[in-house]
């Protein structure tokens, strides 16, 4: 079946591989996909106990307008044929809103990774909206986030949390074998995990540039381009 009108949805903070790959599944089975950019601006921004750090201001760092002018980039590079796709912002916390962004007809691509993803598949189908569903965990046969995922809110580079997360899962900071940050604050994540962690340990770098940072105390292990979706790896030396 083709929708006339399909659509995707998402924070895009930022617009990586998964989300691209998100948007060819509805623009194999649509005519045309509008881009719902959801928490398009601070006051619409809720929190939910299904996604407990999504609301966070440091998890959202870019602009509805920066998404916006990502995207488009994005996809005219992949060369899609623009004038078939629309950007819109989706206030995905208030569906009461829906009504004035999304046209009537036309069908929401969710794809299930988590029970947040399911929780909004529910509110669409309660508000009337068609469903078109793909459930990657089931397809790749693994078990929901929270059966083999442990979330701890707090900032990172406090020691405070680093012992509860001992406490609670009996690995210190120092155990550790591989660390990872998302856009913001690498250069004091590398200093912390340089100064705390174990020989060995690996540090992967999430970002937009393609100038890859030195840090001290860690080796650069992917010197010559950076990797899909990952800016470099790095390994601490001593």
Known sequence: MRFKYGM?????????????????LAWEQSENVLVGITNPDPSSIQENELNPHRHLQEENPFTFTERLMMIQETLREEGYPMERIFLVPLPIHHPNRWGYYIPPGTAMFVVIYSAWETQKAERFREAGLEVVVEDSLKKDNLSLPPDNILLFH?????????ETIRKQTGVGFEEFDLF????????????LIARKAKKGAIFMVYGLSKVMPRFEGLDLLTPEKPMEDILALYQKIY
């Open 180 to 191: 990872y940050t998302y856009l913001t604050m690498q250069e004091e994540f590398a200093e």
């Open 154 to 162: 707090g900032d990172s580079m406090d020691d405070g949390l680093h």
């Open 8 to 24: 995707v949805h998402g924070r895009f903070q930022p617009f990586h591989l998964e989300h691209l790959r998100y948007f060819r």
